[in-house]
């Protein structure tokens, strides 16, 4: 059974920094790795993104101030987010692309709960 599991969200003031956390597991074999976002009364958005060899994709608004990281070996993503604005509130949910046997003839996506990020102004 495949688990996606987030941490790290919480209120910050703005200007500040946190770092959110997923640890992949079930899996037979992770391709991309990513985080997205919802804030209140809008679609869930793309943030950032993260290929097995590390090639990294960021949405504008973030370009500069979130840094996305993994751990192969681990099966972990990390998003540094520095330089918090309120409009990056919202709920940020993990990602991952993957198979989840060896007979999976292609990836599939899961999706973790999701954990919270407030920003104050």
């Known amino acids: 059974q495949v688990q996606v599991v987030e941490s790290g969200g919480g209120l910050v003031q703005a200007g500040g920094s946190l770092r959110l956390s997923c640890a992949a597991s079930?899996?037979?074999?992770?391709?991309?790795m990513g985080w997205y976002r919802q804030a209140p009364g809008k679609q869930r958005e793309l943030v950032a993104s993260?290929?097995?060899?590390?090639?990294?994709n960021y949405v504008d608004s973030v370009k500069g101030r979130f840094t996305i990281s993994r751990d192969n070996a681990k099966n972990t993503v990390d998003l540094q987010m520095n330089s918090l604005k309120p409009e990056d509130t919202g709920v940020y949910y993990c990602?991952?692309?993957?198979?989840?046997?060896?007979?999976?003839?292609?990836?599939?996506?899961?999706w973790g709960q999701g954990t919270q990020v407030t920003v104050s102004s």
């Open positions: 993260i290929t097995k060899g590390a090639s990294t």
């Open positions: 079930g899996f037979f074999s992770i391709d991309a």
């Open positions: 990602n991952v692309q993957g198979r989840r046997t060896a007979g999976s003839l292609r990836s599939t996506s899961s």
